[in-house]
């Protein structure tokens, strides 16, 4: 129990080191324009990359888990990437942070509006040019069309931006993190996963398809299985398995097609599909513990 009393506190140290001056940065972005917020947008990222090793720094000494990783190779530091990947905890953010980290452009994912204003974490994500979204329920669409379609406007936005800087950016494909309630609650077909959700794929490539150079599907293993963010941070995760590959992406997705229901969507999500059935495999072939 005395890990956890250790770690916490340095992880929020480690914020408060990086965040300060990422947050002094994004107050630069926001009385510039034209050259200097290019600046800005170019170089705050180094901060954020920082913030990342610190955090793996903290893991390192204080905690024994083994990392196997494979399949992050071949990226480049100036790319945009688009990552998809399972939800299954909040040691996802830490993972993936990890393991991109130095290889590919510093990793952003979709936020939360209201989460914006959470002390330092959510004006330290928009210093950084992390996308945030306003997601309406079908019900409040229904009673309100006028902002159907703001979703994707709000991507659009986000993505010119990257068009011009070089970008990782995750997108949780199944929504939501795993439980065995939401499993059940969906009755997914699937053994380990959630069924995915296509939408939020969609409105990226839609928006940056023709920038990327690649799409990569991640697929993260905890041993155990059920393992949470208190089980990590008081060691009882004694390992992390991290695959990844590229997709081969079809240019019919990359065009606004995918987004709207119609034979490109369906192909689309039939394609999402298989993907997600491959990664169940892939999950349901690895044993829990090795030796």
């Given at each position: ?64 888990t083994r990392w196997d990783v494979a399949g992050i190779d071949g990226l480049r530091r100036d790319g945009r990437y688009l990552i998809i990947s399972n939800h299954v905890n909040w040691i996802d953010i830490f993972a993936l942070f990890r393991v991109f980290r130095g290889k590919a452009p510093l990793i952003r994912f979709f936020i939360k509006q209201v989460l914006i204003w959470f002390p330092i974490a959510g004006q330290a994500a928009w210093a950084l040019s992390f996308p945030f979204m306003r997601r309406y329920s079908q019900d409040y669409l ?150």
């Amino acid at each position: 129990m005395l890990r956890p009393l250790a770690i916490i506190p340095l992880l929020i140290l480690n914020l408060l080191l990086w965040g300060t001056p990422v947050l002094l940065g994004g107050l630069v972005k926001l009385l510039t324009f034209g050259g200097p917020r290019r600046w800005v947008n170019r170089n705050l990222p180094w901060l954020g990359e920082q913030w990342a090793r610190g955090n793996d720094l903290i893991f390192d000494a204080l905690l024994t888990t083994r990392w196997d990783v494979a399949g992050i190779d071949g990226l480049r530091r100036d790319g945009r990437y688009l990552i998809i990947s399972n939800h299954v905890n909040w040691i996802d953010i830490f993972a993936l942070f990890r393991v991109f980290r130095g290889k590919a452009p510093l990793i952003r994912f979709f936020i939360k509006q209201v989460l914006i204003w959470f002390p330092i974490a959510g004006q330290a994500a928009w210093a950084l040019s992390f996308p945030f979204m306003r997601r309406y329920s079908q019900d409040y669409l229904a009673q309100h069309p006028e902002k159907r379609g703001r979703d994707l406007e709000s991507t659009r936005k986000a993505c010119r931006l990257y068009r011009h800087i070089p970008v990782s950016i995750i997108n949780f494909v199944e929504g939501t993190r795993i439980t065995r309630e939401k499993h059940d609650e969906q009755q997914s077909p699937y053994k380990h996963l959630l069924r995915p959700r296509v939408g939020g794929i969609a409105f990226v490539l839609a928006s940056l398809g023709e920038q990327l150079d690649a799409m990569i599907d991640v697929t993260l293993i905890y041993e155990p299985r059920d393992a949470t963010m208190w089980d990590f941070v008081t060691n009882r995760v004694p390992r992390i398995i991290v695959r990844a590959r590229r997709l081969d992406l079809s240019p019919e997705f990359c065009t606004g097609d995918a987004v709207e229901p119609g034979p490109a969507r369906e192909r689309f999500k039939s394609w999402i599909e298989q993907v997600w059935r491959e990664k169940d495999q892939l999950i349901d072939s690895l044993p829990e513990s090795q030796p």
